[in-house]
């Protein structure tokens, strides 16, 4: 830990660890270590980057870099098994805080997140925290519009179930990661941080949100990758509709509504003028990979979620 940021340190807070799964990361995580290497928070801190097999040269690259922040950040080696979930369970195995939060190498957390944070642990009976995220400042106007996100101070909510949170804005107690023994890891392109914190919640858990916790969230900028994305959350939202129906979850399932949006989507296709549509070319896109995703997925798993 650097002496500059150990001299600041104000012992009585609780000691957090930040884990950043990290895939050929750069340089968009550069932005990302200087927001966290920026945080206001007070407590003990450390920056842990859980490299899970890339070829960037991230290691070599924060050495050089990073070796004298005012806040230690290390690279520890998570290949072994590869994805998200992974990456996070091998960074809290070698995370040494009492809290540990979940934070995205292309998104850019604000100062106070980690403040934030804290202080709803503090505050309430919490054992796992979801913060927010806001997509208007590091993305265009245009990108800005294309996926829908709550309001800040609505949090992530499910009707009829556990409500959730996004994995890049997420903090947790080190012992209740441990008692559900922490993310799938057979969860591979999006949906394991909906099924971490519903398992949480399962084991007694408590989760708590604060708007105040805030990540900027980069959004895919191109229709490509904003499709990629948008297939692997639906064949995700699919999965986790099968393993969690089980225990109460149906927020997937509205076969009635399929010919709806299959009838809508048709008419609102780019082809036609936006302002008939009323709908953007990146929108569009958004919908019709999302619900192409679920259709994979449900052939796939063989159950209709549509």
Known sequence: MSENHTSTQDRHLPSVSIVVPVFNGLPLLDVQIERLTSQTYAGPLEIVLSDNGSTDGVNEHVRRR????????????????????????????????????????????????????????????????????????????????????????????????FDTAIGTSLAVTRKAHQAVGGFDVDYLGG?????????????????????????????????????????AYGRADVRNHVKH??????????????????????????????????????????CVAYEYGKIRGSIENRVWCI
Request: glycine share 8%; no cysteine.
């Open 66 to 161: 990073w070796s004298d922040s005012p806040v230690p950040v290390r690279v520890i080696d998570s290949s072994a098994t590869r994805g998200t979930g992974a990456a996070r369970n091998a960074g809290v195995e070698a995370a040494t805080g009492d809290i540990i939060a979940f934070t995205d190498q292309d998104d850019a957390a604000r100062p106070e997140w980690i403040d934030e944070l804290v202080a709803a642990f503090r505050d309430s009976d919490a054992d796992v925290v979801s913060g927010t995220v806001a997509v208007d400042r590091i993305n265009s106007p245009e990108v800005a519009g294309w996926r829908p996100m709550p309001g800040a101070d609505d949090g992530w909510h499910v009707e009829g179930y």
């Open 191 to 231: 949906g394991e941080d909906n099924d971490y914190v519903w398992r949480l919640q399962h084991a007694g858990f408590q989760l708590v949100h604060t708007p105040d916790a805030v990540v900027d969230y980069r959004l895919r900028d191109t229709y490509k990758g904003l499709w990629k994305q948008m297939v």
């Open 245 to 286: 129906k089980p225990l109460g979850f149906r927020g997937y399932n509205f076969p009635l509504m399929f010919p709806y949006i299959v009838v809508s989507l048709s008419l609102r296709n780019p082809l036609l003028p936006q302002r008939i549509t009323k709908l953007s070319r990146g929108r569009w896109v958004y």
